[in-house]
């Protein structure tokens, strides 16, 4: 069946696929919040704003986070839709979609799905990292309320 139609069956398996992996995104956001209500509680807790320059550094990291967990979240969604459209649209239609309300360029539209693959780990991979790095800006703090060197 042509893309224009709905999608092959095994790029929608490679869908499925995808969906399951970034759905676990969920689960790197849940950590990230809790860190940051962690912060949230040291920030107001702060006896000085000396004090609170940790705390504000881990909730901007944890803001960068969020906005990685909610597209990576909308594109585990995207995918699942890809992944169980029998017939329909296909991606052309979803391309179609998603320029007219705003979400994705022109340029982009008409890709095949394993560049989107692609992106969307990668995607993925910065909201590791951008955990990461609150996980590091947490320690900082920690050791640097602390006293310790």
């Known amino acids: 069946m042509p893309a ?3 999608p092959f069956p095994e790029d929608r398996a490679a869908a499925a696929t995808i969906a399951d992996l970034l759905e676990g995104g969920w689960a790197i956001h849940l950590f990230s919040a809790a860190l940051s209500a962690g912060a949230m509680a040291a920030l107001l807790l702060a006896p000085s704003w000396q004090a609170a320059i ?3 550094a881990v909730l901007l990291a ?13 594109d585990a969604r995207c ?6 459209a029998a ?3 296909g991606l052309a239609g979803f391309d179609a979609a998603l320029c007219r309300l705003g ?6 539209a008409g890709r095949p799905l394993a560049p989107r693959i692609a992106g969307a780990r990668r995607l993925l991979a910065r909201q590791s990292i951008a955990l990461l ?8 703090a920690v050791l640097a309320f602390s006293g310790r060197p």
Request: aromatic share 8%.
């Open 103 to 108: 979400l994705m360029p022109e340029s982009k």
């Open 54 to 56: 940790g705390p504000v």
């Open 4 to 6: 224009e139609n709905g």
């Open 87 to 89: 017939d329909g649209p």
């Open 79 to 84: 995918f699942r839709r890809i992944a169980e």
């Open 133 to 140: 790095a609150q996980i590091g800006l947490a320690v900082l």
């Open 62 to 74: 944890g803001l960068v986070e969020t906005w990685m967990a909610l597209r990576v979240r909308f």
